[in-house]
C-alpha cells in the first residue's frame, strides 16, 4: 500500500500532527471533510449554503486536481448540512462543479459544525488511479 499526502497552494494545510486535507492510497484520494472557513473568519457569516458550498467544491477540485484527477473522478461525496431545508442550496453548487455521472452522495443534518457560522461541510473520494471509470 502507498499513502501519499496532497497538498494544494489553493487550500490552507491544518498542522500535521492534526489530520491531512487529502491523502491518495492506492489511487483513491480521500478528501477531508472541507468547509468555507478561510484566514478570514468573518466572511463566512455573511455566506449562505450555497456561496460555502460553493467555497468548498473549489476545495475539493483543488485538491483532487493537485492529487492527479479530475472533479470527473470524485466517485462520492458526503455533505454534512445544519439546516436541512437548504439542501437545495447546496445541489445548486453541486450542479456547478459536476457533470454527467454524478457522484454517489449522503447528506446529512448535523446540530452543529465546528463553529456556528460554519453551515456546510463536505468530504470526498476520488479514483485517481488506473481503471478509473
Known amino acids: 500500500m502507498t499513502i501519499r499526502r496532497v497538498i494544494s497552494p489553493d487550500v490552507a494545510e491544518p498542522p500535521a500532527e492534526r489530520w491531512s486535507n487529502c491523502l491518495v492510497v492506492d489511487g483513491v484520494a480521500y478528501v477531508s ?3 468555507a ?4 473568519p468573518k466572511a463566512l457569516g455573511a455566506m449562505d ?3 460555502q458550498a ?5 476545495k ?3 485538491l483532487v486536481e493537485a492529487a492527479g484527477g ?3 473522478d470524485v466517485v462520492k461525496i458526503t455533505i454534512f448540512l445544519t439546516e436541512i ?3 437545495t442550496k447546496v445541489w445548486q453548487a453541486r450542479r456547478e462543479f459536476f457533470t454527467g455521472d454524478f457522484p454517489a452522495s449522503t447528506l446529512v443534518e448535523v446540530s ?3 463553529a456556528p457560522e460554519i453551515l456546510v461541510e463536505i468530504e470526498a473520494v476520488a479514483h485517481i488511479g488506473k481503471g478509473k471509470r
Request: glycine letters at 8%; zero cysteines.
Open 54 to 58: 460553493k467555497v468548498i467544491f473549489g
Open 60 to 62: 475539493i477540485k483543488s
Open 49 to 51: 449554503e450555497y456561496a
Open 112 to 114: 452543529a459544525l465546528a
Open 70 to 72: 479530475a472533479m470527473s
Open 85 to 87: 431545508a437548504n439542501n
Open 37 to 40: 472557513r478561510s484566514a478570514d
Open 33 to 35: 471533510g472541507m468547509t
